[in-house]
C-alpha cells in the first residue's frame, strides 16, 4: 500500500465521519417513521371517534344502542392508547440513545458505562440488522471506566457496525464484557464470512477494506483503534474464514495522565 500524508488521511477520516454521521441521520429517518406513522394515523382516529362521542353526548337523553355505541368507542380508545403508548416509548428510546451515544448533555470525559454505550449503538443500529442478524448478550458486572464516551461509542458503532456488515443473510452477533487484569475486555463475535490470513495484518491500515475483492471496513478499524491507544487499551482480532471474526477491546479503567482532550482521535499522527 503507498503511504498516504497526514494530511490525505485526515481528509480521508473527516469522510469516513460525515458518512457514519449520514447512516445514523437515515437510521434513525427510518427507525422514528414507524411509531410516528402509528401515532399520526391514530390520531386522526381518536379526532374522529371524539367527535362522534360528542354527537352521541349531544343529546339530553343517551339510548342503550347509542350507550354501546359509547362502550365500543372507549374499548377502541383504550387500544388506541396502548399503541400510541409503545410508539411514544420508541420515539424517546430512540432520541435517548442518540443523545446518549453523542453524550450531548457531558463532559468531554466522564466514567462510562460500557453496557449503556454497547446498548445505544445496537438501538441505533437496528434498522442495519432488519430480522437477519441475532444479538446475543454475556454482560458481567463492571466498574464504570474513566473515558471520553463520545469516542469509545464511536469504537462501538465502528466494530457493530462492522460486524453487521460481514454477516451475509442470517447470522449472530455476541459481544461478551469481561473484567480484565488490564480494567475491563469488551468482545465482539459475529458469524460472518472472516477475513483471510494475508489480509490480518494490514486491517489496522488506511483504507483497507473487505467490499470488492478484499473483506467492509474502511477507516472504522483505524479510527478505532488510535481512540483506544489514546484511552492507554489494546484492540486486537481473531478471525477465520467462513466462521467470522472476534474483536477484542481491553481497556484500564482511568484515562492515561498523558491523554489530551484536545485532539480529535480520527486525526493520526503523521
Given at each position: 500500500m503507498s503511504p498516504e500524508s497526514p494530511t490525505d488521511i485526515g481528509d480521508a477520516v473527516n469522510s469516513a465521519k460525515l458518512s457514519t454521521l449520514g447512516m445514523l441521520v437515515a437510521g434513525v429517518a427510518h427507525e422514528v417513521n414507524t411509531p410516528l406513522g402509528?401515532?399520526?394515523?391514530?390520531?386522526?382516529?381518536?379526532?374522529?371517534?371524539?367527535?362522534?362521542?360528542?354527537?352521541?353526548?349531544?343529546?339530553?337523553?343517551?339510548?342503550?344502542?347509542?350507550?354501546?355505541?359509547?362502550?365500543?368507542?372507549?374499548r377502541a380508545l383504550d387500544g388506541i392508547l396502548k399503541v400510541n403508548d409503545l410508539a411514544v416509548t420508541r420515539v424517546l428510546e430512540l432520541v435517548g440513545s442518540l443523545r446518549s451515544f453523542g453524550r450531548l448533555d457531558r463532559s468531554e470525559t466522564d466514567r462510562l458505562d460500557l453496557h449503556e454505550g454497547i446498548d445505544n449503538a445496537l438501538v441505533l443500529l437496528r434498522h442495519r440488522m432488519e430480522r437477519r442478524v441475532r444479538i446475543e448478550k454475556d454482560y458481567a458486572e463492571l466498574p464504570p471506566v474513566e473515558c471520553f464516551p463520545q469516542q469509545l461509542n464511536q469504537v462501538f458503532m465502528n466494530l457493530l457496525l462492522n460486524a453487521i456488515q460481514a454477516i451475509e443473510g442470517e447470522g449472530t452477533i455476541t459481544v461478551v464484557t469481561a473484567p480484565d487484569d488490564r480494567g475491563v475486555r469488551i468482545e465482539i463475535h459475529d458469524t460472518g464470512r472472516g477475513i483471510a490470513p494475508e489480509l490480518m495484518e494490514t486491517i489496522f491500515e488506511p483504507g483497507?477494506?473487505?467490499?470488492?475483492?478484499?473483506?467492509?471496513m474502511g477507516l472504522g478499524l483505524l479510527i478505532s483503534r488510535q481512540i483506544v491507544d489514546r484511552h492507554g487499551g489494546r484492540i486486537?482480532?481473531?478471525?477465520?474464514?467462513?466462521?467470522?471474526?472476534?474483536f477484542m477491546v481491553t481497556l484500564p479503567l482511568e484515562l492515561p495522565i498523558e491523554s489530551d482532550a484536545g485532539g480529535t482521535p480520527s486525526d493520526p499522527a503523521p
Open positions: 402509528a401515532l399520526a394515523s391514530n390520531h386522526d382516529v381518536i379526532k374522529r371517534a371524539m367527535g362522534k362521542l360528542q354527537d352521541i353526548l349531544a343529546d339530553e337523553v343517551v339510548d342503550e344502542t347509542e350507550l354501546a355505541e359509547v362502550r365500543r368507542i372507549v483497507f477494506t473487505t467490499k470488492g475483492n478484499r473483506v467492509g486486537s482480532v481473531r478471525s477465520e474464514l467462513g466462521r467470522g471474526s472476534t
